[in-house]
């Protein structure tokens, strides 16, 4: 049986239409296939491949980690080396009441671990989400993911959680004093690539400090200077009490964490003992490949990058003709007038060698989220490409 045949007829698909593509290797923003195509991988894997495919970095410390050792045993029972000096790298660049980290090994799973730790430190169940918000698609996230088409097929999930529109300060007083806390990204990646206001975030946590819930950002896809700073929160100026992240993480590898205080973290030790664990969080292997993105992100001036692909995208596009794009950083994306233009560029570009995508809560924007590692004369090029490509079809 060929790749393909088994790849269609043996692994479980979630669409009847996957891209498809049959990979060869991929390297830096590129993607190769056996067909023998070489694609720009626009989308970085959904904001993962931040530093490019196969960073040599990172690739370097996966292969010395490997020869040393792979799983030992559950999370938080030995003392690991890649753990340990990738928590104290990882916080030295946090505020100090995000001291402690617990690893996981994906984006959902980090946000099981800070709703369960919302839970267990406040006493209280009651979940405010957002609509058109995205957490991940196990029972605990999707419960707070803000969209009726995803949720409605697996009720019951999670009771008590109350979705409030983004951005808008009507109903704020629905955080109140039985709030375990609010969950939210700074910019909805899957809404639509729709970043918060300053104004309407700082007075969100006004409101949990001011009811005693606790604030949850969901920086999954706006983490790792995809927006500019390494994490969104640094640009608004407000501090969560959780930050759960994951994607760009591991630099490829499988790698999530949710982040807090010592003292909110204290609850998970306690009535009773050993009540969040896991057997792969913190993956010696995903450690090590952590801890060399994050080097690699903190030795030369990331957000500089991103913010310098957001100015030459958004200025490339707005003379094109396309007037809505939205987000921020490398996390841009593109309104286009409806659904069937927005397939055709996509499935067009495809064609060209270039990987797009739309997001999950809309279909009429397409997604832009470059490795940050790309330069300026490939950007410029495919850039060029997805504009004749929109004309074309205008
Ligand atoms: N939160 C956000 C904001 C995300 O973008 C995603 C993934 N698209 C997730 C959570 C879920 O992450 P994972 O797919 O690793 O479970």
Known sequence: ?????????????????????????????????????????????????????????????????????????????????????????????????????????????????????????????????????????????????????????????????????????????????????????????EGGIIPAQKEWLQAVRKRCDEVGALLIFDEIQTGFYRTGSLFAFQEYGVVPDIMSMAKAMGGGMPMGAFVSSSEIFESFKHDPPLNHVTTFGGHPVSCAAAHATLSELLSDDYGAKAKKIEQIV???????????????????????EDRELTQKVVEECMDNGIILGWTLHSNTLVRLAPPLIIDEELLQSTLKTINRTVKKYS
């Open 1 to 189: 049986m060929s790749i393909k045949d088994s790849f269609y007829e043996h692994v479980a698909q979630t669409s009847d239409a996957p891209m498809g593509l049959e990979i060869e290797r991929a390297e830096g923003p590129f993607i190769y296939t056996t067909q023998g195509n070489k694609y720009v991988d626009f989308i970085s894997g959904i904001a993962v491949s931040s530093l490019g495919h196969r960073h040599p970095e990172v690739v370097e410390a996966v292969k010395r980690q490997v020869d040393r050792h792979l799983h030992v045993m559950v999370y938080g029972e030995f003392i690991q080396e890649p753990q340990s000096k990738y928590a104290e790298l990882l916080t030295s660049q946090l505020p100090g009441s995000l001291d402690r980290i617990y690893f996981v090994s994906s984006g959902t799973e980090a946000n099981e671990g800070a709703l369960k730790l919302a839970k267990k430190h406040t006493g209280r169940h009651k979940f405010v989400a957002f609509h058109h918000g995205y957490h991940g698609d196990t029972h605990g996230s999707l419960s707070v993911t803000g969209r009726d088409v995803y949720r409605d097929p697996y009720l019951p999930l999670l009771p008590d959680v109350h979705f409030l529109d983004f951005n808008s300060f009507e109903g704020l007083e629905t955080i109140d004093e039985e709030t375990a806390a609010v969950i939210m990204e700074p910019v909805q990646g």
């Open 314 to 336: 958004r200025n490339k596009l707005t003379a094109a003709g396309i007037t809505e794009i939205r987000g921020v950083g490398a996390m841009l994306g593109m309104e286009l």
